[in-house]
């Protein structure tokens, strides 16, 4: 026990040490609900120590009990052992008279009873009459003669006679021949006769002897008995006690007339185990699993806290989700009643939560003129388990009376068991939806007859454009022909040979202008555009007429150059023969101004038809227009395809928008690049298909046709 006091206050001392190191550590981290647990757990582990300190104790309580009952048994069997023989020995009285009797009857005494060393018959003036030594051992009183004892002996007798009794002299100690000594013990028995003292019997014990014949050899087995004086001096010692680390002593005295005794008996045990017996042992198994119980209870509820607090930040982070939303949010039991409303519900229909929650209906956003067509709906759509997925449209009411429209989406309402308890609804506020749908509309309405009006204007301006060439060629050869008629030299025949040319080319101008007019129609319309299927000489040549004329007239040559690779284009051909014409004559004014500057006379607009450089297969056929004229600024270039930017003063600047419009129309590409080493060349593509028997190629100098030129003013 002592051991483990020293162990518990040694880890105690370190435990001390240690939080005594760590108390910063300490300070930092301690709440109150960890110092509820260690407050438990050293309550626990006190309490532990406590009951083995205990179980402990009561154990040695127990050993030293069981000892002390041992010495009183001993004590016991001493007493009845000395009385037994106080009784054979006055059985001796009768054989006095006859001393061989006596003597036979000591021997066998004697043999029987090893603890008596001698008995003596002695007078009443103590002389001794007869004496009997024990076989057991060699005479007692050989080194130190019996007489040296006499008063012991005296004193026992005198006690005898005043008791009338047998008495017990002091103990005495009587040395050896072997050096060592014995402890011995004189009773004195008076004999009496008819009231008279005849003499005494003296019985001399070995203390020791006592001890070993006497006790009960269970009761002395391991342990050690001894006599002792008062002082604790040993008189007798037998039986040598098992050698344990701790001794259990228990003394008893040995009341005898005459003298007393004292007996100790010693008993040498282990230390308690550490578990002292099963009791404890199963105690302490339970706090231990008290413990593990609380440590798991600790965890859990650790796991708890944490569950809790995920629960929490959940609730949280939902409750600020549902309150930042803009959506209004509302549940429905299974009869209608509004169970909850999120707060942007709350702001758009103007209501509290409060007044919402649980109200019987119609509810008070409900417009009152439509509320009793909103129940029938209501009981019809809770009633029924298909929802529009898409939501449907309903007005809601402000308390001050506005309507305003929403879109609600519904959905049933399953609890975690997986049972349909009501309905959850997201309301949307499409009051400014609506509002940009109605003002889009009426923009869609307005740009509408905007574009009816652009579409006017730019078909005037298209046609005017583009019927002034055929109106000015018109205009040229009714001149042509008034001048014919005007002059008096020419002949019947060739009179009428010329006017008929000149009239088959008005005529021809005049159709053009008509188609003209309906290709103007139908590409300001977008529709009916009629793609065929022309030859690029085709197209060139049916442009020759009007470009021939021009460039008669500001001195041009012109140079057509057609590649033999080339295919049909597929197109609409009036809209192409203007993109050609417009051009040409593009290209033959800029070379006018150009001469006007430079005062050249050689000028050459060349007309060039080639597969296009970066087209597969020849699906795209490039015509280009190539002048020499001013060339194109930086400037200039940027606004080239602005309507209605021009440089000249009697141009429209619509000419070249209008062009590449045509060919994007196509899926065409136009642009324009400097010539070398003047002027400028614009260039666009036309999707191709082959055809077998593709033209012929030529490099034709073009000049002014014979027939035009006579008409030139
Ligand atoms: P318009 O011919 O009515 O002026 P266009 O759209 O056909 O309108 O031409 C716009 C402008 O582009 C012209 O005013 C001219 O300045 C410039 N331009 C067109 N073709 C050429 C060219 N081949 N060389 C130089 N400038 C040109």
Known sequence: MSLLKFKLSRSAAVLAQAVWANRHLWRLKWNPRWSLWVMLVALLLSMLSTLIWLAGRYEGSQIQTRL???????????????????????ALQSSESHAELWR????????????????????TSLGLIQAENTPFRPFVFNRVSRASSAHNTAQACATAVRLSAAAYSGSYFMPQKDGL??????????????????????????LQEILTELVNKQLSRGQGLSFTESDGTRLAIAGTPTRGNRIYSAQQLLD????????????????????????????????IALVAVLLLLGRDMRRRLKAENDLAEALAFRKAMEDSLVTGLRARDLQGRITYVNP???????????????????????????????????????????????????IFMRPDGTRFPVLIIEAPLINATGKHTGWMSAILDISEQRRVEEVSRTSQDRLQATARLAMVGEMASLLSHELNQPLAAISSYATGSLNLLGDARGTEATLGTDLRLAFKRISEQAERAGKVIKSVHDFVRRRDQVRERVSPRSLLDAIMPLVSLQARKLSVRLMIDIDPACHVVLCDRTMVEQVLLNMARNGMQAMQAESKKTHAHERVLTLRVKPAAA????????????????????????KLFTPFFTTRAEGMGLGLSLCRTVIEQHGGYLGHEPAKPRGT????????????????????????????SEFLT
């Open 68 to 90: 002390e009952r041992d010495t009183a048994e001993v004590v016991d069997d001493i007493l009845t052992g000395l009385r037994r023989n106080i009784q054979e020995l006055e």
């Open 104 to 123: 036979l009857q000591v021997n066998e005494l004697l043999r029987q009873q090893r603890e008596i060393i001698r008995v003596e018959w002695r007078d």
């Open 256 to 287: 005898l007339p005459g003298n007393t005794l004292i007996l100790r008996m010693d008993s040498w045990r282990g230390t308690p185990d550490f578990f002292p017996n099963v009791l404890t042992a199963l105690v302490s198994a339970m706090a």
């Open 181 to 206: 000594g014995m402890e011995l013990l004189d009773l004195c028995i008076p004999l009496i006769e008819e009231g008279q003292l005849t003499g005494y019997t003296v019985a001399t014990y070995s």
């Open 615 to 638: 087209s597969e297969a020849n699906r795209w056929v490039e015509f280009s227009v190539i002048d020499q004229g001013v060339g194109i600024s930086a400037e200039v270039a940027e």
């Open 681 to 708: 060349i614009f260039k666009f593509t036309l999707p191709s298909g082959p055809i077998p028997g593709c033209p012929a190629p030529s490099i034709t100098a073009f000049q002014t046709t014979p027939d035009a």
């Open 344 to 394: 942007a519900f709350c702001e758009m229909v103007g209501v509290d939560a409060k007044e919402l929650l649980n109200h019987s209906l119609p509810n008070p956003y409900w417009p009152p003129e439509l509320a009793g067509a909103y129940e029938d709906r209501q009981a019809i759509r809770l009633a029924s388990a298909n929802l529009p997925r898409g939501g449907h449209e309903s």
